[in-house]
């Protein structure tokens, strides 16, 4: 026997099969959430609200279900069912213009572009640790305003295809201002963000601030054609066709790793490039 329901809904138990050879009265009582207790709820064929369910800790997931039959007279049987709770978040479907100053949590996602996407300039948007951006073949996600990924070594930010074919990539055109030492003064900022399955990860023009940043399963994970103080820190290039091509301005690339690229890891052409320790 199996249930299956989507967060939020009441579940519906029915153990009316059970029978007792004597035919003493049964009594019932069920263990939900796996910890060996019964008396989560009790009775033959109780309805259970989302609320106790919640209350057990029981969210989007897969549980065995316990069920306990007593005769009352030391006779007992337990059986075990199934229990299904599917996600109810569905993607937020977004395409066109963004403007205002806008955040992306992960508990509001995944955020799904299916047309070509423009963060307006003077716009901003955040994109908190652990959202995911989905993005349909051949869309790409242009940013004249200010975006800031803050992802976290344990929760990054995901920029990725819906799984159709290769998004067009990330294109920023506006430049990130630093310090000397590559310190973040304004403008766009991407940390702890993973970026695969695009033509070209992230294209600009202007200086750009990366770190620990992934790029991997794109055409081109990176390229820069202009800036004149672009900060590559402690990024990852993987599986790449290329991992980063610098064709101008000035670029710091600093305790990256360049990983079974298919073809060149960087090329250089016309750039300053400055090489730390990778």
Not at 18 to 37: A, E, H, K, R, Y
Not at 184 to 196: D, F, P
Not at 252 to 271: E, P, Y
Request: proline share 3%.
């Amino acid at each position: 026997l199996s249930y299956s329901i989507l967060e939020g809904q009441s579940l519906s138990l029915n153990a009316s099969p059970s029978i007792d050879p004597d035919g003493d009265p049964l009594s019932f009582t069920w263990d939900l959430n796996g910890d060996g207790v019964f008396g989560d709820v009790v009775g033959q064929q109780p309805l259970v609200s989302w609320e106790t369910l919640s209350s057990l800790g029981l969210h989007d997931g897969f549980y065995a279900v316990q069920l306990r039959v007593e005769d009352g007279r030391s006779g007992q049987d337990v059986s075990t069912a199934y229990l299904s709770i599917e996600d109810t978040i569905a993607p937020r479907h977004l395409s066109g213009l963004i403007t205002g100053q806008i955040t992306w949590a992960a508990g509001s996602g995944p955020y799904l572009i299916s047309g070509n996407v423009l963060l307006s300039s003077g716009s901003t948007l955040t994109i908190e640790a652990g959202a995911e951006v989905l993005v349909e073949t051949g869309v790409k996600f242009r940013v004249d305003g200010t975006l800031l990924v803050a992802g976290t070594e344990a929760s990054p930010v995901v920029f990725a295809s819906t799984g159709h074919g290769l998004w067009s990539g990330l294109e920023l055109k506006s430049a990130t201002t630093t310090a000397a030492d590559g310190s973040w003064i304004s403008g766009t900022r991407i940390q702890h963000a993973i970026i695969r399955e695009a033509v070209t990860g992230l294209t600009t023009g202007l200086s750009v601030l990366l770190e620990n940043v992934r790029f991997e399963r794109n055409t081109t994970g990176l390229n820069v054609g202009g800036g004149t103080s672009s900060w590559i820190r402690q990024c990852v290039f993987t599986a790449n066709q290329t991992g980063v091509a610098l064709s101008s301005g000035t670029a710091h690339v600093v305790r990256s790793q360049f990983i079974d690229n298919l073809g060149t890891g960087l090329v250089v052409n016309s750039a300053v490039v400055m090489v730390l320790d990778n």
